[in-house]
């Protein structure tokens, strides 16, 4: 015959008691570290925080002055902005044709390609807050305007304009 269990205090541990799984370890070590004993949690993070403000304060003083000085020059440079759509490669093969004449034939012209997000189906080419040289606005397939465009044509009237 099996001998018999001593009784133990009615004192019970509650880890102990409990079955050992992930969730009661998790739970074990939370009410540890929520244990007031420890005291307050640190304020170091509150502090790192204020400091990498004042850093992103003065960065963007400096930053500031930069632009107005990049802004300075890109006065003084003609932007074109060529605007794609992105549904079909036709409209990108057009685009990059065209930037890269323009960035070949003119000196200091700076040629921007969807600076925001385009509209669908459109073709457009334009100097930034000004005149609009090509515009081709809700095609449908097959995009019979896109197609039509004599791209060496086309490129010349651009040429000439901005010169």
């Given at each position: 015959m099996a001998p018999k269990r001593k009784q133990t205090t009615p004192e019970v541990d509650?880890?102990?008691a409990a079955p050992v799984i992930r969730r009661s370890?998790?739970?074990?070590?939370?009410?540890?570290?929520?244990?007031?004993?420890?005291g307050p949690p640190m304020k170091k993070q509150a502090k790192a925080k204020t400091k990498t403000k004042t850093k992103t304060k003065t960065k963007t003083k400096e930053e500031g002055g930069a632009e107005a000085e990049a802004v300075e020059k890109a006065e003084s440079v003609k932007t074109i902005v060529i605007e794609h759509c992105k549904q079909c490669t036709q409209f990108k093969k057009r685009a990059i044709q065209v930037k890269e004449e323009l960035e070949k034939d003119v000196p200091g012209v700076n040629v921007v390609v969807n600076r925001e997000k385009p509209r669908r189906g459109c073709?457009?080419?334009r100097e930034e807050g000004g005149e609009v040289f090509v515009s081709l606005l809700d095609m449908k397939r097959p995009f019979p305007p896109l197609k039509d465009l004599d791209m060496k044509k086309l490129i010349s009237d651009i040429?000439?304009?901005i010169r």
């Open positions: 509650v880890a102990a370890a998790r739970l074990s070590s939370a009410a540890v570290a929520a244990d007031p004993e420890s073709f457009e080419i040429l000439h304009k």
